[in-house]
């Protein structure tokens, strides 16, 4: 279980407020979490476990799964704001 202090992290990062960057963010994400399967391979059991826990966080649409956005979740407020999203 030691491999899941360098997976569960990945979870707590927050998707950027600009739609604009969601695509970059889960690019970097994914290429991430795909380096780190490669390079540091860990146990099939704490794979499994980050895997689990990155389908109940997409399939809830909390807001925070950085392969897709969920149409039916709403924006944060500050998202509609023209200071920070610039358009």
Not at 27 to 53: D, H, N, Q
Request: with cysteine; glycine share 4%; aromatic share 16%.
């Amino acid at each position: 279980m030691y491999c899941l202090q360098w997976l569960l992290p990945v979870l707590l990062i927050p998707k950027p407020l600009n739609p604009a960057l969601w695509f970059n963010h889960s690019m970097f994400m994914g290429f991430y979490l795909l380096s780190f399967l490669l390079e540091r391979k860990p146990c099939t059991i704490c794979a499994l476990v980050f895997l689990a826990a990155l389908f109940l966080i997409c399939y809830s649409c909390w807001g925070n799964c950085f392969l897709y956005h969920c149409h039916d979740s709403p924006l944060p407020d500050s998202a509609h704001d023209p200071s920070i999203v610039g358009t």
